[in-house]
């Protein structure tokens, strides 16, 4: 039998044994003493069973864990890891600074160079075997055998550690019972040192708590005289007991508070003389004096040594001091303390009143944690003499508090000076030397001589609910005051003796009290100190007794007083009795503890005395006061034996009664006999409910075992059997409730109270059992326990030893078919097992036999079988309190079952017949009432309907271990059922399935999951599992390999018969499949929790060592294989990485650009948009359809969140991993084609969630770039794809909010690598950082590699299916995903050479049909050769190089591939920044060297064209080195990507890629409209080729088309059918030249413009998109369109509403460029977009910036006005830039067509600025001499354009006279004015700002001063006189509008404004008045015709023109 018990004996059992050697005898031992030293002493047997910590709730997968499992990882290498460590090619090497800004018109440089540099280069190296023509089967095998070697074995080790927050079944064991203790505190007692050394002095030290007014611990007695000293006692002085000879304590503090003081007191021998008179000379004499004091201290010592001989045993009073501990802790610096302690983080100690004993460092306030602190050493100099009138503990506490306030009383005082020395510290956690409060070693005492260290008991301040683990019983006596004034006769000098007498006669004191220090260990009798002439004396003295074991009837503390004589006196006795009186120490069997007030006798006691109390009294004798109480003492005990609770003692006399049967027994005043004794015990049991709940819970474990005992062993009273089952079951419920109720502030996570749970898991055992080992059983090794103190607290003295039971579990195997090796080993265990709080087992047994010597008959029951029966049929109430604690009588059944199994050795017994039916129908009908109470609870009582369901998913899991499997499956079927019935009708669903979740993830954590699921073998002949219930139907089949198998088909998903099969695993997936069902409830929540659980169990898998064979894992996982297809049925609703924030999205049918740096997010367009725009890859009905991506299938129901998805593809990643190949392959060959595009479009996702992010990544994120960016990303997807619901609206306000997209609740936890928030980079360290990515390189390249794997099934399944290019199309498109990824060097080489494979077997898959495929795979192999890990280029050259020979091959020419390299390689130019043309260029000669080497095609013209490609390529190449010279000025970037795309005008694909790289540049700087431009020009390039090859009315004809949206667009039309031939093969063939492109482009130009606000031009884009979406019938799109012009327009109808402030268009700058420094640019003008609201410094600024960077400091110099330049007077080493801010300028007849805000914004080629001067060169000067110069410039095209700069290409001056200016101001200020006026809405303000402006009279240069000057008198030149007509005029008209204003001012204005608007008319009348003269001048010559010179005055003549 597999049993493993490891009895402790005795003899290690340290301190307690001896502490038994010194009871009397354990036969003669009181029943109740008897029962708790067993109790205390007996063995505790635990079981546990074998396998348990395999289990997910006993080793949980922690970020702790899965660090040290990642231990050991290679490191991935990756590109983006390593693009700052080289320098790139040497073609950089050239300072761009020296360089110019020339552009050369072409953008191809000279060949004969760059062919020259290519020849001369250096290969890389050549992969050995590729030229050579193997078998493709051959190829696959080696390339599948290279992908297995060094593999990661566990896959998950590499992800996040599953959610700690979702593991339900987490578990621990619980901390073994011990001995409570609060923060200990280590005090030394060094050196007392006083002035003068006369006498020996003694101390006393104590912790009081002022806030409580409370001593908190017992005295610690110190003596630090020296031995000289100690000399003058001697004839006093026994040998001292080393134990008496301490000098350092431990003191415990539960309840830290900042008012703790430590206490020390002084004594001294009595001596004659008041406590002050004593003290003098130690006030008064200083060291310093001795010599002059020589005779006074010489008299001084000889009185001392007089006194010591006479009195030595007497002491008295002598002074004392306090240190308050909470500035120790504080001072000492709390630098060391160690912040994570738990200590610390427990809520504060005001907060709860109670704390149970596991709070071990019950953190106070932080500011007195006494567990951490600095030790500190103090010298405490000052001492206080103590008062003889203030001695008790009351006036202590007065003192104490009043030292707290700055102006204490005491500090007047004046002080005894002496020094003691006394260190402070944290005690250590397993201090040597050191004795307990009874005296007893605490390991480890090395040497029993060293001096002794003593622990200190203590009285905490408040409650403490701990059980007792330890034989303790400790009396502590504290006389308070006596009171003899009315006692005639010499009585004063009164001493208290106390003695414990065990009789009356004097010889029957018991040597009990405990000695103070430097005596012996016990004394008979003990003295209070003597107060010197006081009759009614105070005292402070604590007597501590030590309990005998069985206390009587006689037992009684015996006080005598003397009166002590202090003067030798002849005939004068030392001491006289003047009084006596006692307490007997038991009444009613009671221990008698509290306060008494004794009235004291005269005479001598008589005899018998010690039957009654001294309050009886008794005749003749003679009482101090008449029989009063004069005597106040008080009583505690410290006792493990007696309860001290009525309640209490009462139940356990009873019981005791019963056991020993002694009848007739008297209890208090009745006498019991058998016939009354039941009734008590029922009332008995009945009362425990009222027990205080301090001693219930310390006496909680005698109070369980009894109760056990009466329930297994009903007492038998007179012959009868009592059956007390009820009322003990009712009683144990109520003690575990109080229990519970007190120790709610400790309770673990799952609601358990550790205490209970301790009990079960260790201390509980059934009554009277020792287990018996079978003869055979192999010897035990027995542990000697040093367990005194266990290892994790200080201290703690266990006193119950352990038995370890572990047991197995003979029906599972290991691994289908392996010999049950639990049965076969029996393995001996440790000693305490401690890793778990859930006492669940694996033994099995029968009823018990009873014990071989019986005394008395006894019956028998079963405890689980009466818990059982009891629970089922209690009453409600009863009921209630079960529930609320179900899991403790759970769990005591299941030990209780446990225990049964194993001593009855029933562990063999096969299930069925291990327990009778009718307990079993007992748990079924309870775990259905439970159930039922679950599942009605849940919406009353959330909580405990979360515990209960906890609670019986836990019972069910270990009944599996127990009962009959079949049995325990039927229970959870039911439990099932009932949740389902009530699921239809339940309000709130999700509720009842998080609770069902929580089950099924609690069962699922059994160790043996995997055996209970029975998994199957189908590839191999049937091996039945274990025969079980359902072995019947687990008989699995094997089939022939070429039919489609159903049952390979219902393995993979979650059929009847996988369900029937695998139990567990059907339970766990169905939850999966509900939670996942788009239709759930609470869907986010149900599906974290849901995926969390198969996550957790499959890291168990993972990490469980009984799994780590392929094969056996193999098998485990095809208990997941329907994971497969949920995930895939689910795909629609997983979080799109392709598109998440951040993630480079690469899907095969993007956009032939391709993205790699990360800050180019907003170049890159994701799949579902590239979808929409391109159409889909496929041609309507061109060939089967697969779906093509998330897309495709309809996104209904909640969405998943990032980080759900995440794991639920890690999840399925798991099982492609670990199943078996071949199963994979058969089913993918049954699965129908929907279905294979989804697998394929599921492994798609999973590249995209667990691509690499790179090094960096971990470091940076800029969030607000980053969400800037995701913004704009999102709208435009959301305008191209025209999904505008309210769902999508919902997701986009969610994204504005979070920079993380979509992710409903996603807690942001650090494990989750995926979406880490930038806050997190603080508090991490490099070292972690380096480890994150080291793992994420490794989990990549692991997902990738499965997903390979896995596409290489089902290219070999599919090969021979009739749809197989479409699959094989897909596959081809996720492979080349996956090389488009950031992967790492290891997985790219052997993606390549699956790539490669495929090429090679399937050319036609890229030959043949669309080009889209073969440009994305050119494009991701051009990237990799430009890669800077040259095995990623070996590898890349390598498969470029074959793509390249298989075109050849098929068609003899490979102008499909030149093409699209030649593209590819302009677009990986374009966009990618970290781009080395170095490496490049060696690739390129890498593929030379094959094509020269290539034997094979050594007579074609193969190679020529060959190397013509690789040049053509070169110098491609070489043109990029210029832009990579201005990546860092963006107007020179897009000025160069211009000429580069003029440049390829006669080649359209390139063209076209050019201005796409253009759109994705300016889109990343955030210029949408020119981004559009880049869109609309692509478009009308399309439109053009489109127009050539057919003529369809619907389409666009052309550029032309366009011009309405752009002027500019026209310069496309350049493409003309001489340089296009339609037909030639490789030209226009990019997917972008179809009518889906085109609309596509049109949508991306749209969306570009609504970002930029251009509302109308999307307008005209759509005028243009509409008809081509009318003619294809698309009426999605076209409802998408609609709609999105309706919000358009919509936007436009706000501009009038005051919302014109929100869209303002650009700013425009003139900049002009002077100095050779500029190079082409010297003397150009340019005129700049700016981003609206630039201001000219903003430019100013970033232009010199620029600039000076790129020439060096002091050569760039900003010309401040706007001036004619000279440029002789230019210094010509330095480079001059003049920017002046320009206006958009229209003719008149212009404004008549540009009516909108919109309009005088869009399509702009005209510029003014006006430059003020006067004829002496000052730029303003007075009225009559103001001039200005206005200047016009025109630019070669119209704004916005593809860029943002244009030249300058036409410029005119005008220069306005004086009265001209005059003129244009007063127009300006009329037209203010007149707009003030007409606003609608009338603005108050606004009119009068502008009437005080005008009409005010202090105005400078104001209407009048202009009016003064220039109409004061007629003009001498005719020539003028038009002007002065003209100015005549505009001042009629703005006197007018002044008085327009006036009037609506009067309206407008309010009472309190009336005077403010008669001032305003005032102003207005006199300036009326003034100007009246100066208008009415009439100019007569006016009348006369104009004579021809004075028109041509009018005419341009006085303008002079510049052209440029």
């Known amino acids: ?143 599948e055998a290279l992908r297995r070697q060094h593999r990661p074995r566990a896959l998950l080790a590499l992800y996040p550690a599953p959610d700690e927050d979702e593991a339900v079944e987490r578990c621990s064991r619980p901390e073994p019972p011990r001995e409570h203790f609060g923060q200990r505190i280590l005090v030394k007692c060094l050196s007392l040192k006083f002035e003068i050394e006369i006498e020996p002095i003694f101390g006393i030290l104590a912790l009081y708590d002022v806030r409580e007014k409370k001593k908190i611990s017992e005295n610690f007695y110190f003596d630090l005289n020296s031995d000289s000293v100690k000399g003058l006692l001697r004839a006093h002085g026994t040998h001292p007991a080393i134990s008496t000879l301490a000098r350092s304590a431990i003191l415990s503090v539960t309840y830290p508070s900042p008012d703790i003081f430590l206490v020390i007191k002084l004594e001294k021998v009595l001596q004659q003389g008041d406590i002050s008179e004593c003290c003098e000379p130690y006030m008064v004499m200083k060291e310093v004096d001795t010599a002059k004091n020589k005779e006074k201290l010489e008299k001084l010592r000889l009185a001392a040594e007089q006194f010591c001989t006479r009195l030595g045993r007497y002491r008295m009073p002598f002074a004392w001091t306090a240190i308050h501990l909470a500035n120790i802790v504080s001072s000492a610096g709390q630098t060391d303390r160690d912040s994570d302690s738990e200590g610390e983080r427990r809520p504060a100690w005001t907060d709860r009143r109670r704390r149970g004993p596991q709070d071990r460092t019950s953190g106070g306030d932080d500011t007195c944690s006494f567990s951490s602190f600095r030790p500190a050493t103090l010298t405490v100099t000052n001492f206080f003499k103590q008062e003889a009138e203030r001695l008790s503990d009351e006036d202590l506490f007065k003192f104490l508090a009043d030292m707290r306030r700055p102006s204490s009383l005491l500090r007047r005082l004046r002080p005894v000076t002496a020094q003691l020395k006394i260190d402070i510290s944290p005690a250590p956690e397993n201090p040597h030397f050191c004795l307990s409060p009874e005296l007893l070693h605490v390991k480890p005492y090395p040497d029993p001589r060293g001096r002794p260290t003593k622990e200190i008991l203590e009285f905490p301040a408040r409650e403490v609910y701990a059980p007792h683990t330890s034989y303790r019983n400790l009396l502590y006596v504290y006389p308070h005051c006596l009171n003899f004034s009315s006692r005639q006769g010499s009585v004063r000098n009164l001493a208290v003796r106390v003695q414990y007498m065990a009789g009356e006669d004097p010889s029957q004191a018991l040597p009990v009290i405990f000695g103070k220090s430097s005596c012996s260990e016990f004394t008979r009798e003990a003295f209070t100190p003597v107060v010197y002439h006081n009759k009614s004396p105070e005292f402070y003295e604590e007597f501590k007794l030590r309990l005998p074991a069985c206390v009587t009837e006689n037992h009684h503390l015996l006080f005598t007083f003397y009166h002590v004589s202090c003067q030798p006196r002849p005939g004068t006795a030392l001491e006289t009795p003047v009084g006596f009186t006692w307490i007997p120490l038991l009444q009613h069997g009671r221990l008698r503890t509290g306060p008494f007030c004794l009235p004291v006798s005269v005479d001598q006691l008589p005899p018998s005395y010690s039957v009654l109390t001294p309050d009886v009294a008794l005749p003749g004798m003679r009482w101090v006061d008449g029989h009063k109480g004069v005597f106040s003492v008080e009583l505690t005990a410290v006792s493990s034996v007696h309860p001290q609770d009525p309640h209490l003692d009462k139940f356990f006399t009873l019981v005791h009664v019963l056991e020993e049967g002694a009848f007739p027994f008297r209890l208090k005043d009745t006498v019991l006999s058998e016939g009354t004794v039941e009734q008590e015990l029922r009332a008995s049991l009945a009362a425990l409910r009222l027990a205080s709940p301090q001693p219930l819970v310390a006496f909680s474990h005698h109070v369980l075992d009894k109760l056990v005992h009466l329930v297994v062993r009903p007492p038998i009273i007179g012959g009868q059997i009592v059956n007390l089952g009820r009322g003990a079951f009712e009683a144990m419920a109520h003690v575990v409730s109080l229990v519970h109720r007190s120790l709610e502030a400790a309770q673990d996570a799952r609601g358990h109270c550790p205490l209970l749970a301790a009990y079960v898991h260790y201390a509980f055992r059934l009554p009277g059992t020792e287990p018996n080992f079978p003869s055979g059983a192999p010897p035990v090794a027995v542990q000697a326990a040093t367990l005194a103190r266990g290892p994790g607290r200080p201290a703690s003295l266990y006193l119950a030893r352990s038995k370890s039971i572990s047991s197995s579990n003979p029906d599972l195997a290991v691994a289908p078919g392996s010999v049950d090796d639990e049965v076969s080993r029996i393995l001996a265990s440790k000693a305490i097992d401690c890793s778990s709080s859930r006492t669940s087992f694996y033994l099995e047994g029968s009823s018990l036999a009873p014990p071989a010597t019986q005394p008395r008959p006894t019956v028998q029951k079963l405890l689980h079988e009466e818990l059982a029966l009891q629970w089922v049929v209690s009453g409600s109430a009863v009921r209630e309190t079960v529930l609320q604690h179900a899991w403790f009588f759970f769990q005591l059944m299941v030990k209780s079952m446990a225990l049964h199994l194993l001593l009855g050795q029933r562990l063999d017994t096969p299930r069925k017949l291990r327990f009778p039916g009718r307990f079993l129908d007992d748990i079924a ?104 219930v359902s072995s019947t139907t687990s008989q699995s089949s094997t089939f022939s390999s070429h039919a489609p198998d159903p049952k390979v088909t219902s393995m993979f998903e979650l059929s009847g018969p996988f369900r029937q099969q695998h139990f567990l695993a059907g339970l766990l997936l169905t939850e999966l499949a509900l939670a996942l069902e788009p239709e759930a409830e609470g869907a986010s929540l149900l599906h974290k929790k849901a995926i969390s659980a198969v996550h957790s169990l499959l890291c168990g898998h993972d990490a469980d060592p009984r799994y780590t064979e392929a094969a056996v894992k193999a098998r485990v996982a095809e208990l997941y294989l329907p994971l497969l297809s949920l995930a895939r049925d689910t795909l629609p609703r997983l979080h799109d990485f392709a598109e998440g924030p951040g993630q480079r999205s690469r899907l095969a049918s993007m956009l032939d650009s391709d993205t790699e740096g990360e800050g180019d997010i907003g170049g890159t367009i994701n799949p579902s948009v590239a979808m929409a725009i391109a159409g889909g890859p496929l ?37 492609l ?34 691509e690499y992010k790179g090094k960096k990544a971990f470091e940076r994120i800029n969030s607000l770039t980053f969400k800037k960016s995701l913004d704009m990303k999102a709208r435009l997807e959301e305008a191209i794809l025209g999904t505008i619901g309210a769902r999508q609206e919902m997701v986009r306000r969610s994204r504005e909010r979070s920079p993380f997209g979509n992710q409903e609740n996603v807690r942001w936890r650090k494990s989750i690598t995926h979406w880490r928030q930038t806050s997190d980079r603080v508090d991490k360290t490099k070292d972690e950082m380096e480890h994150e990515a080291l793992v994420d390189g490794n989990l990549a390249t692991e997902a990738s590699l499965v997903v390979l794997d896995t596409l290489e099934i089902i290219v070999q399944t599919v090969m021979l299916s009739e749809a197989r290019e479409s699959v094989l199309g897909a596959v081809l498109k996720v492979v080349l995903y996956s090389l488009g990824s950031a992967q790492s060097a290891l997985f790219l080489q052997h993606g390549l050479a699956t790539q490669r494979s495929l090429v090679s077997k399937f050319p036609e898959l890229l030959f043949e049909e669309d080009t889209e495929l073969c440009a994305d795979l050119c494009l991701r192999l051009l990237r990799h050769c430009g890669s800077r890990i040259s095995t990623i280029r070996t590898h890349a050259s390598a498969s470029l190089y074959l793509l390249m020979r298989q075109n050849f091959e098929i068609g003899n020419n490979f102008a499909r591939v030149k093409m699209q390299v030649t593209m590819s390689l302009s677009s990986l130019v374009g966009t990618t920044q970290s781009f080395s043309e170095e490496h490049l260029r060696r690739s390129l000669k890498t593929i030379l060297t094959y094509a020269e080497e290539d034997v094979g095609l050594r007579d074609s013209t193969f190679a020529e064209q060959v190397q013509d490609l690789m040049f053509n390529l070169h110098m491609i190449l070489t043109d990029t080195v210029k832009m990579k010279e201005h990546q860092e000025d963006p107007e020179m970037l897009i000025d160069l990507m211009y000429r580069i795309a003029r440049g390829y005008q006669g080649s359209p694909d390139l063209r076209l890629t050019w201005l796409q790289n253009m759109a994705g540049k300016h889109a990343e700087l955030g210029n949408h409209a020119e981004a559009a431009q880049c869109m609309v020009h692509a478009a009308a390039l399309v439109a053009e080729y489109l127009a050539l090859l057919e003529d369809s009315r619907y389409l666009p004809v052309g550029c032309v088309s366009f011009q309405n949206i752009s002027s500019n667009v026209l310069e496309e039309s350049a493409i003309s059918d001489d340089i296009l031939s339609p037909d030639e093969e490789g030209f226009c063939s990019g997917k972008h030249f179809t009518e889906l492109g085109l609309v596509g482009l049109l949508e991306q130009a749209a969306a570009y413009f609504t970002m930029g606000g251009l509302y109308e031009a999307v307008n005209e884009v759509y005028k243009t998109l509409i008809p081509i979406l009318e003619a294809h019938r698309d009426y999605k799109k076209l409802a998408a369109v609609h709609g999105k012009l309706q919000e358009a327009f919509t936007k436009i109808m706000h501009q009038s509403s005051g919302w014109e402030t929100q869209r303002v268009f650009g700013t425009y700058f003139r900049v002009g460029f002077y100095g050779a420094r500029f190079g082409d640019l010297d003397e150009q003008e340019f005129v700049y977009k700016e981003p609206s609201i630039t201001k000219l410094a903003e430019i100013s600024h970033r232009l010199e910036e620029f600039y000076t960077e790129r020439f060096g400091e002091d050569v760039v110099e900003i010309v401040k006005d706007s001036n004619p330049v000279d440029k002789t007077k230019l210094d010509p080493q330095k480079a001059y830039i003049q920017i002046t801010y320009v206006e958009p300028h229209f003719d008149t007849y212009e404004l008549k067509d540009r009516v909108t805000y919109f309009d005088r914004n869009y399509g702009l080629r005209t510029f003014l600025f006006c430059t003020p001067f006067t004829p002496d060169g000052r730029a303003h000067g007075d009225l009559p001499e103001q001039h200005k110069r206005k200047t016009l410039l025109s630019t070669d095209h119209a704004f916005p354009y593809i860029k943002t700069r244009i030249r300058v290409c036409h410029r005119e001056e005008t220069v306005l006279t004086p009265v001209e200016v005059a003129i244009e101001d007063m127009q300006k200020k009329t037209r203010e004015l007149a707009f003030a006026t007409e606003q609608d809405p009338p603005d108050a303000k606004m009119l009068q700002m502008v009437l005080q402006g005008s009409v005010g009279p202090t105005v400078n240069q104001g209407p009048l001063e202009v009016a003064q000057v220039f109409l004061a008198e007629i003009p001498e030149d005719p020539k003028l006189f038009r002007h002065h007509n003209k100015l005549r005029l505009c001042f009629k008209d703005f006197c007018k509008k002044c008085e327009d204003a006036l009037r609506k001012n009067k309206a407008l204005i309010g009472p309190d404004q009336k005077e403010y608007h008669r001032e305003l008319e005032r102003n207005y009348c006199r300036l009326r008045e003034a100007l009246q003269p100066l208008l009415t001048q009439r100019l007569p010559q006016l009348l006369a015709p104009p004579t021809a010179g004075l028109r041509n005055s009018l005419n341009r003549a006085s303008f002079r023109k510049a052209d440029l």
């Open 1 to 143: 039998m597999p049993l493993i018990s490891t009895p402790f004996p005795s003899s290690s059992n340290g301190p307690q044994v001896q502490l038994l050697a010194r009871l009397c005898g354990l036969g003669k031992l009181d029943a109740q003493v008897r029962a708790a030293v067993e109790m205390y002493t007996e063995d505790w047997i635990i079981a546990h069973r074998r396998y348990q910590h395999l289990s997910a709730a006993f080793s949980p997968i922690t970020t702790e864990t899965q660090r040290e499992r990642q231990k050991g990882l290679t490191r991935q290498v990756f590109e983006q890891d390593t693009s700052g460590d080289e320098r790139s090619g040497p073609e950089d090497s050239d300072d761009p600074r020296h360089s110019s800004g020339s552009l050369d018109d072409t953008p191809r440089s000279s060949g004969a160079s760059g062919i020259f540099d290519l020849r001369n280069l250096a290969a890389d190296s050549l992969l050995p075997s590729l030229l050579e023509r193997t078998a493709p089967e051959d190829v696959d095998r080696r390339n």
């Open 1179 to 1215: 041609a309507p009905g061109s060939r089967a359809s697969i779906s093509q991506g998330p897309v495709a299938a309809s996104r209904s129901g909640c969405p998943l969140s990032a980080e759900s998805s995440r794991t639920l593809l890690v999840c399925v990643l798991w099982v």
């Open 925 to 1028: 009908a309870l775990v259905g009432s439970v159930g039922l109470e679950v599942i009605t609870r849940v919406y009353k009582d959330a909580e405990l309907a979360e515990r209960l369901n906890a609670s019986l998913a836990f019972f069910l899991s270990d009944l599996l271990s127990l009962a009959d499997r079949g049995f325990v499956f039927s229970l959870v079927r039911a439990h099932y059922k009932q949740v389902a019935t009530r699921l239809q009708s339940a309000p709130n669903p999700a509720l009842l399935l998080t609770l069902r979740m929580d089950f099924t993830r609690i069962l699922c954590s059994h160790e043996h999951y995997v055996t209970l699921n029975l998994p199957c073998c189908p590839l191999s002949p049937p091996a039945s599992p274990s025969p079980s």
């Open 1217 to 1250: 991993k670990n199943a078996e190949p071949a199963l994979l392959q058969r089913w993918a060959a049954d699965l129908a084609l929907p279905q294979l595009g989804r697998l394929l479009d599921l492994l798609y996702l999973c590249l995209a969630a667990f």
